[in-house]
């Protein structure tokens, strides 16, 4: 099995609403990672956690809250958005994130719009 | 400054043409290139990955270059047909003995036209 798969595929919510997006991976990767993707232009990085850890923040603003209750499944956890967050938001998981050639595996998004 | 390039933005080309993707970096220390497919308002999908020693890697009608020392990769596809059109990404991985770093390109937009 070499899917990420990601739940839900469209989400709309208000500006005040609390929504999460999940993530999951049966590859026995340790490293998962949350990516937004604004239309024609790359991924953005926005978290990794490595062995479940929380190990890179980009920076990202605390109305994003990532969790990771075990090494299968990746949470994001939203409140208080803006429309500007509305995007494509990827997750995506690796063996690790120092093992020689490793490849990030990316999951089908969940299109998020925020009104 | 770790840094991907591509070239060109955009493409368009008839269905059966052949047409060849450009990514310059400047990573280091360099660790894999890579090549994804992304379909609109998908997730990218990994066509190849490379690491310093290779030169050339092949996925059915993709074939991938790497010259590590002009620090430059091409992506060429060979008899191109409607399900090529997506947006091609070029990845580098730079790795120190603590950690990755991935950059992204820009892409490449390719719309292959009956």
């Known amino acids: 099995d070499t899917e990420v798969t990601q739940t839900p595929k469209h989400l709309v919510m208000g500006m005040t609403n609390k929504k999460s997006l999940k993530c999951e991976q049966h590859m026995g990767h340790r490293a998962m990672y949350w990516y937004k993707q604004k239309a024609k232009k790359p991924p953005e990085l926005m978290f990794v956690y490595s062995y479940e850890k929380l190990s890179i923040n980009e920076s990202v603003p605390s109305r994003f809250s990532p969790e990771c209750p075990n090494s299968s499944l990746l949470n994001l956890h939203l409140h208080a958005l803006q429309p500007e967050d509305s995007a494509l938001y990827l997750c995506a998981s690796s063996q690790d994130r120092t093992s020689g050639s490793y490849e990030q595996y990316f999951g089908p998004g969940t299109r998020l719009t925020v009104t | 400054k770790n840094q991907v390039e591509q070239s060109p933005q955009s493409l368009i080309i008839l269905e059966g043409k052949n047409c060849t993707l450009q990514?310059?970096?400047?990573?280091?220390?360099?660790?894999?290139l890579r090549w994804y497919k992304q379909d609109t308002g998908r997730g990218p999908v990994s066509l190849t990955i490379m690491t310093f020693s290779e030169n050339t890697k092949s996925n059915g009608r993709y074939t991938a270059t790497l010259d590590a020392d002009t620090k430059q990769s091409s992506l060429h596809i060979t008899a191109s047909q409607l399900s090529d059109s997506a947006s091609y990404i070029c990845v580098v991985s730079a790795r120190t003995s603590s950690a990755s770093k991935i950059i992204f390109g820009s892409g490449t937009r390719l719309s292959i036209r009956p």
């Open positions: 990514c310059n970096y400047t990573v280091s220390p360099f660790s894999n």
